[in-house]
């Protein structure tokens, strides 16, 4: 039986295609030029990703536009195999649910989700890595580049604009930490892209690359994160992918302002 090379997941056979195409009532390279690239929490979301065969959004981030794959990007939980994609899937159908039909953790019981069954799942043959740090939450790409890149910049065609901002904060020798992670009193946990420590505040620095953020879907998600943040006390600070690449200047003068007068 003749085979076609896949460098991600091994081979992709000709009846797979079919099957692919049958499944998903579409040709096989519609459905690869449609991949979402999604969050799995934690090592037990894999688990059951591979052993019950389904993943679960929560409804009020559901994707707006149409995809047929799902490429799972391991997050900071993972330890040795965090920050990278490991694995893609073929989706089937999709069901409402509530989250504690699902998650049997006693939190958010009643929140939607939206409960996407996984027809087949692939691991690739070498993993895309998020070398960077940028953060990773329900974006788009295509299959191709799925097993054609290396780096998660790569994937989505993102320019580094994390590194230029920490080469800014040495330079002015602010004490931060990068992806720094906080727990808010109603339980939710937040990642600071940098983390200031500043004039006894705490300031989230965020490096805002301009197609993601410029989503509803994620616009909406700052609003709420950004709201529920200061309500506890921390600063956000946004700096647009635009600003870093196109006004270094102007950003450094911006980060430097965050600093005690008796420093700057």
């Given at each position: ?194 983390a200031l420590f500043t004039g006894g ?36 600070v946004r700096l647009k992918e635009s ?22």
């Amino acid at each position: 039986m003749r085979k076609t090379g896949n460098a991600a997941g091994g081979e992709v056979r000709s009846w797979e295609r079919r099957l692919f195409s049958l499944f998903c009532g579409t040709c096989y390279n519609t459905i690869m030029e449609k991949v979402l690239v999604a969050v799995l929490k934690c090592p037990e979301d894999l688990d059951i990703l591979l052993r019950e065969k389904w993943y679960r959004i929560p409804i009020k981030y559901a994707p707006k536009r149409e995809y047929r794959v799902i490429a799972f990007y391991q997050n900071a939980s993972f330890g040795a195999r965090a920050k990278r994609i490991e694995y893609y899937g073929i989706t089937g159908r999709t069901e409402l649910c509530k989250r504690g039909e699902l998650v049997k953790d006693g939190l958010r019981p009643d929140e939607k989700y939206i409960k996407v069954q996984i027809l087949r799942t692939v691991k690739l043959k070498k993993p895309v890595i998020n070398r960077t740090g940028m953060r990773v939450l329900f974006k788009y790409t295509v299959f191709s580049k799925l097993y054609s890149s290396a780096d998660i910049g790569e994937l989505f065609n993102i320019p580094d604009i994390d590194g230029p901002v920490e080469d800014m904060l040495k330079a002015l020798r602010i004490k931060y930490k990068k992806e720094f992670t906080v727990t808010l009193k109603n339980k939710k946990r937040y990642r600071f892209d940098f983390a200031l420590f500043t004039g006894g505040r705490i300031i989230d620095l965020e490096c805002d690359g301009e197609k993601w953020h410029a989503l509803k879907a994620r616009r909406l998600y700052d609003a709420e994160r950004d709201k529920a943040l200061i309500a506890e006390g921390y600063e956000v600070v946004r700096l647009k992918e635009s600003v870093i690449v196109e006004a270094p200047d102007l950003c450094f003068n911006r980060i430097k302002g965050l600093m005690p007068k008796g420093r700057a």
